[in-house]
């Protein structure tokens, strides 16, 4: 027993490099029992989830899983999320997350245990060059300083990078919505202000959301989650990624989504979030903080309300 707990206490100490990215990271059991107590822990609080996968699915296929929205916290790419890919529900993953993440202690090694890798193109590429699937959620720090639980939206990046990389390896593409994401907590709009100011000063996206009993960061709200897979959208045979392929396949990616969207919103939804619909919303420049005199200088266009 004793020795158990000295190669855990070791495991979680260890900072160094894993020797590839498609390595497996820490036991399999271990990787297991974490996972599984992050799921329980959710239930426990009221969070329960469900899994939906379309029936075109080929669990044999590679990959690229596309998930909306961000929410405060992605907290149910790693509540639950984490699980289905070690369980590989429907397919094996390795998640594309920031690289600040990394630094924290204890949770680096949850992070790697659940397969997430740090979210840098050479690193996803060397993935899919090793036939592994790739987990993104393109919105990133853009769309959590603006998630709101009362409208469903989707950013995406300005230069479409994402499928960029999809069209250089001829990965198709698995998008994937997550009905109650947004609804595990609340967001005010002057949090909301208050947390782009904090990250166009320092870099820091302090986003403060209201969870159980309206305690910050905490407890999420008791909600029943789905999480589903849509319908594959082809990226072809890997090809260059030129300005007109990336625009076609995003035109197809986008309708995927939004028919997604519209298949589940009424019965995974409050009724008037659902009635509002999903805007999709394409940044036209990219976030960089921090900038001079605090200003963020971010812009944003709105594709679509559907």
């Not at 979680?12 to 029992?33: D, K, M, T, V």
């Not at 924290?104 to 790697?112: A, C, E, K, N, S």
């Not at 393109?138 to 990389?165: D, V």
């Not at 002057?190 to 870099?203: E, H, K, M, N």
Request: charge should be positive; charged fraction near 15%.
């Amino acid at each position: 027993m004793l020795g158990w707990l000295a190669r855990i206490a070791r495991l979680l100490l260890h900072r160094g490099s894993i020797r590839s990215p498609g390595a497996q990271w820490g036991p399999r059991w271990l990787a297991l029992l974490t996972a599984r107590t992050l799921a329980r822990t959710s239930a426990a609080v009221g969070v329960h989830y469900d899994a939906q996968v379309s029936e075109s699915f080929d669990p044999a296929q590679q990959y690229m899983v596309v998930w909306h929205p961000h929410g405060a916290f992605t907290y149910s790419a790693l509540c639950y999320g984490g699980l289905l890919s070690l369980l590989r529900q429907p397919v094996r993953w390795y998640t594309g997350v920031a690289s600040i993440l990394f630094k924290v202690p204890l949770l680096r090694q949850i992070l790697l245990l659940l397969n997430a890798r740090r979210c840098d193109a050479s690193v996803l590429r060397a993935l899919l060059a090793e036939g592994h699937s790739v987990g993104l959620q393109p919105g990133g720090i853009a769309e959590q300083l603006r998630t709101t639980h009362m409208q469903e939206q989707a950013f995406f990046p300005p230069n479409l990078s994402f499928l960029r990389l999809a069209l250089e390896h001829g990965t198709p593409l698995l998008p994937v919505y997550i009905f109650g994401e947004n609804q595990l907590f609340r967001t005010t709009p002057t949090l909301q202000r208050f947390a782009r100011r904090i990250f166009a000063l320092s870099g820091i996206p302090a986003v403060v959301p209201l969870g159980r009993w309206g305690l910050p960061w905490l407890i999420p709200r008791p909600t029943n989650v789905l999480i589903a897979f849509g319908q594959p959208v082809y990226a072809g045979p890997p090809q260059e990624p030129t300005d007109a392929a990336v625009e076609e396949v995003f035109t197809r990616y986008s309708a995927e989504l939004n028919r997604l969207f519209e298949e589940h919103k009424d019965a995974r939804l409050p009724s008037e979030i659902a009635a509002r619909g999903l805007t999709i919303v394409r940044r036209t420049r990219p976030v960089q903080p921090p900038k001079a005199k605090g200003k963020n200088q971010e812009a944003i266009a709105v594709i679509s309300r559907l």
